[in-house]
């Protein structure tokens, strides 16, 4: 919902490629797989950049509103280590107006009734439909004054914003395979 200013965001799928084995005694062996938090983290914003790009021109992300969730392991190639993992991320996006963009809604509104303008109003790119108060300096009016100089245009309280919400990915659940040391007939 692009006027709410709340982007529908998809996880994130990272495909990796780091693995390292390990060895312990003759008898144990074992692999694991890691996958950096970093890695985590740029990816999440990557995907979170080109979502809010998506949303158009003049919408950036709200940087304290980026939310990264917990990671799952999608797959794991047991040939080649790559884990495939889905990462819940969401942010809030808020579109920037430009100066020459406050201008034209400025003029747009001249002479309109109150009713016309908010309606206007809604129809705009980037404007809550639900946040839209017209308040008059000098007592009460039923039309917008007919020079847009006398027309002022303030953004919403950054701290109303709501928070977000992510819905958590189901991965694998790793399953042990044990292995035991074959017989190499010396009694060993």
Same mark, same amino acid.
């Given at each position: 919902?692009?006027?709410?200013?709340?982007?529908?965001?998809?996880?994130?799928?990272?495909?990796?490629?780091?693995?390292?084995?390990?060895?312990?005694?003759?008898?144990?062996?074992?692999?694991?797989?890691?996958?950096?938090?970093?890695?985590?983290?740029?990816?999440? $914003?990557?995907?979170?950049?080109? /979502?809010?790009?998506? %949303?158009?021109?003049?919408?950036?992300?709200? !940087? #304290? *509103?980026?939310? +990264?969730?917990?990671?799952?392991?999608?797959?794991?190639?047991?040939?080649?280590?790559?884990?495939?993992?889905?990462?819940?991320?969401?942010?809030?996006?808020?579109?920037?107006?430009?100066?020459?963009?406050?201008?034209?809604?400025?003029?747009?509104?001249? $002479?309109?009734?109150?009713?016309? /303008?908010?309606?206007? %109003?809604?129809?705009?790119?980037?404007?809550? !439909? #639900? *946040?839209?108060? +017209?308040?008059?300096?000098?007592?009460?009016?039923?039309?917008?004054?007919?020079?847009?100089?006398?027309?002022?245009?303030?953004?919403?309280?950054?701290?109303?914003?709501?928070?977000?919400?992510?819905?958590?990915?189901?991965?694998?659940?790793?399953?042990?395979?044990?292995?035991?040391?074959?017989?190499?007939?010396?009694?060993?």
């Amino acid at each position: 919902m692009a006027e709410s200013g709340r982007p529908a965001l998809p996880s994130v799928v990272l495909s990796v490629a780091n693995s390292a084995s390990f060895s312990g005694g003759v008898s144990e062996q074992a692999s694991v797989g890691y996958i950096m938090n970093s890695d985590e983290t740029t990816m999440a $914003n990557h995907a979170l950049t080109t /979502a809010a790009g998506q %949303l158009g021109a003049g919408f950036q992300l709200v !940087p #304290t *509103s980026v939310t +990264i969730g917990h990671p799952a392991t999608k797959s794991i190639d047991p040939n080649s280590g790559v884990s495939s993992i889905a990462i819940p991320v969401g942010a809030l996006a808020r579109y920037q107006f430009t100066s020459a963009q406050l201008q034209v809604i400025s003029a747009a509104l001249e $002479n309109k009734s109150v009713a016309a /303008a908010q309606t206007y %109003l809604k129809k705009q790119p980037g404007i809550d !439909p #639900t *946040s839209i108060s +017209i308040h008059f300096a000098d007592g009460s009016g039923s039309t917008m004054p007919g020079d847009p100089q006398h027309i002022t245009l303030k953004p919403m309280n950054g701290s109303t914003l709501p928070s977000v919400s992510l819905t958590p990915v189901v991965g694998l659940t790793p399953t042990p395979t044990p292995t035991f040391p074959t017989d190499n007939g010396n009694g060993d």
